[in-house]
């Protein structure tokens, strides 16, 4: 139930720091533990369908938001990869009324690099027969029309407002299957935020788009281009999914960066970002009726809009091993993936149960003989779902050697206990450890107010309900040995499998001989 759909990156954070939980491990002990927690909540949907979910909390005066948009990166359109996290960027911007020192001329500013850039994308497209000295003088237009349009910005105003305020931890994501910004701010500062987060999906203006666009271009050099795992992880995923956009990465394409424009970032919002579309999450030190009146205050100003569908392609059956190979200087690293069906599936909590024996911790089957006992691996762990849950994805292994050790070596003790798992049922006192860990899991995540708002809202999105934070625990209880073989046998197999590495090029080997 990876329900937060973390941005695929975070399989770095794995390899630097192995976690000892899952985000599936989350639920309470016992179920009166619901029947308590919701006589703290509050629920309403406004007429334009937005849904507001509020928890009181008056044991500190700060209140946590989270706003939860139910699309991420597998919604950019074809040739736009990217979109959705660029908007996330400029919803940073400002308003008509943040931002800006004078909204009519810097509209009429903006308008005017939109019309130079039109000019300067028809003369690129002739191709061969652009005018080369023609697309310099455009390009000189353009930064020119860029520079007028900065003249009537204030930079930052909008963050610089929540700061000033007392807001901390301010901050936003683009996965594949949502989007979310959150923060928190004193509780005498509800109504600001009321004021705030509607404002930017109200009267959002697309400001400094070009130069924030180059920014996003700068970010995945950074964090894909010039990062060995960044492009394993790509390889890895454009070679095991084929069809389905879950292949394509949340930052996006390079060459898409580079081309995306105004009117595309302004094209998704208007798709996606409607008002029944949206999941906001309130926890702190608030009043319920108070939260309620300010919310048909400034979010009923959102007008009433379809739903947006999802996705619709579907990825082919796998009927074959797969494997792809990336060149690194750096450590050895390999990733196994197999397919699997999505979070709704019967068997998801299946899959969880699975996670947690093989790669739960300390005690884990893989920790135990591969890092602890054997010392053939540095680290080594599995992912339950990756890179989403929303759609049918991947059941995903890491392996990295240790010193003196290989890939190849790895790979062949990860098979050998996968075949083990497959032919011997789990005994009981495993089953049992990760029921425990599931019910101390979540209990530690109520402990924080923002972690809270951000369960309430994504469960509440995905399955149309938060209570499935808590009865999912149901569907943990109820996993048995026979289900966990079961599992196994059906998609731990090698046509079913895709295999990503990093190889070091022959001409590092040498030197290092």
Not at 436 to 461: C, E, K, P, V
Request: proline letters at 6%.
């Amino acid at each position: 139930m990876n329900l937060n759909s973390l941005h695929w990156s975070i399989v770095k954070i794995a390899f630097l720091a192995f976690s000892l939980l899952t985000c599936a491990a989350s639920f309470p002990a016992q179920a009166q533990d619901l029947k308590e927690f919701e006589k703290h909540i509050t629920e309403f949907t406004l007429p334009n369908g937005l849904h507001f979910i509020v928890l009181e909390r008056h044991s500190a005066p700060v209140v946590s938001f989270h706003t939860y948009v139910n699309a991420g990166s597998v919604d950019d359109p074809k040739g736009k990869s990217g979109i959705a996290h660029m908007f996330e960027h400029m919803a940073f911007k400002g308003t008509d009324t943040i931002g800006t020192t004078n909204y009519p001329a810097e509209k009429k500013a903006l308008d005017e690099i939109e019309r130079v850039y039109d000019q300067l994308d028809a003369e690129r497209d002739k191709r061969s027969l652009a005018d080369p000295e023609k697309i310099k003088k455009l390009e000189e237009n353009l930064e020119a029309a860029m520079a007028k349009a900065d003249e009537y910005v204030v930079p930052n105003l909008y963050p610089r407002i929540i700061e000033e305020s007392g807001g901390v931890g301010l901050n936003a994501g683009t996965s594949e299957d949502n989007t979310s910004y959150f923060y928190n701010l004193p509780s005498n500062r509800v109504e600001l935020w009321f004021y705030l987060e509607s404002a930017r999906f109200v009267h959002p203006v697309l400001r400094e788009f070009y130069r924030e666009r180059s920014v996003v271009r700068e970010e995945r050099r950074m964090r894909t281009e010039s990062e060995p795992i960044g492009r394993l992880q790509e390889a890895m995923l454009s070679t095991a999914m084929q069809a389905h956009p879950y292949r394509v990465p949340p930052v996006g394409w390079a060459s898409d960066i580079e081309n995306l424009r105004t009117e595309d970032a302004r094209h998704f919002f208007d798709k996606y970002y409607v008002a029944s579309n949206l999941t906001i999450a309130i926890v702190g030190d608030v009043d319920p009726a108070a939260v309620k009146s300010l919310a048909a205050r400034y979010f009923g100003r959102l007008p009433k809009k379809p739903l947006p569908g999802p996705v619709t392609t579907v990825e082919p059956k796998q009927d074959g091993l797969r494997r792809a190979e990336i060149n690194s200087p750096s450590q050895p690293i390999e990733l196994i993936g197999y397919h699997r069906p999505d979070q709704y599936d019967k068997d998801d909590p299946v899959f969880d149960v699975i996670e947690s024996i093989l790669a739960g911790g300390r005690t884990s089957i893989i920790y135990k003989d591969l890092v602890r006992d054997r010392k053939i691996a540095l680290q080594a762990g599995a992912d339950a779902t990756v890179p989403g849950g929303k759609y049918p994805s991947l059941f995903f292994f890491y392996l990295v050697p240790n010193a003196g050790h290989t890939t190849e070596e790895n790979e062949k003790a990860l098979d050998v206990l996968l075949d083990q798992f497959k032919t011997q049922k789990v005994d009981d006192a495993s089953l049992a450890r990760v029921k425990t860990r599931t019910r101390a899991g979540l209990i530690r995540q109520l402990d924080s107010n923002s972690g809270l708002a951000q369960l309430l809202a994504s469960y509440s999105a995905n399955y149309g309900d938060w209570r499935k934070l808590f009865t999912g625990i149901d569907e943990i209880d109820k996993v048995t040995a026979e289900d966990v073989q079961r599992v196994a046998r059906a998609y731990f197999t090698p046509e079913n499998r895709t295999v990503a590495l990093s190889v070091m090029p022959a001409a590092a080997k040498g030197e290092e001989k």
